[in-house]
């Protein structure tokens, strides 16, 4: 007979969480190659210590996130894929509210404006289907908005990471874990 103690235990899989907000007034907000690049930047720079990129998408008007944690949980999360009342840790809020400060400070600057380039809110559900239905979403909203005909036509999302078309030292996401939970996809 063949016990439980005779299988290995499985490695349990990281809460991902999908980020996402929108220029005030739904208006474009990234106009140029260089407001794209400094939003990335900021992305980077503020979520190191907070959570793995997973996924991600800069629209001209929005963005999109997938995101799983560093740190545990600091909410009791509804499992029901709704928007959540905030975001699941306070590392991953004051990164949201630093990389948003932060572009909107430095777009200010340059064009002369006040205030918040964004949404008051950043949106964030618990994403509870296969991870590949996530990412193909955050991938193919490009496509999906007809800026492009293809996802690896769009220079800033996280496909071209995937496909292995970004050198790793310029990689915004951990794809070593995000294609283990593709890979996990499979086996489910």
């Not at 106009?31 to 996924?55: E, M, P, W």
Request: with cysteine.
């Amino acid at each position: 007979m063949i016990t439980d103690a005779q299988f290995p235990q499985a490695e349990a899989l990281p809460e991902v969480f999908h980020l996402y907000n929108r220029a005030n007034d739904r208006r474009t907000l990234f106009t140029s190659h260089q407001n794209y690049l400094y939003f990335i930047n900021k992305v980077r720079s503020n979520f190191a210590a907070a959570a793995d990129i997973l996924g991600y998408c800069v629209m001209p008007n929005h963005f999109h996130l997938l995101i799983t944690p560093h740190h545990p949980l600091d909410v009791v999360l509804k499992r029901d894929g709704k928007v959540m009342k905030r975001l699941p840790t306070n590392a991953i809020s004051e990164a949201v509210r630093r990389t948003l400060m932060g572009f909107s400070q430095g777009y200010n600057r340059t064009i002369g404006f006040t205030g918040s380039r964004f949404q008051q809110r950043t949106r964030c559900k618990h994403h509870l289907l296969p991870f590949h239905y996530g990412l193909r979403y955050v991938h193919y909203n490009p496509v999906k908005a007809n800026l492009v005909k293809h996802p690896g036509e769009w220079p800033y999302s996280s496909y071209n990471e995937y496909a292995g078309h970004v050198d790793s030292a310029d990689r915004l996401c951990n794809i070593e874990l995000g294609r283990k939970l593709l890979q996990m996809d499979i086996l489910d």
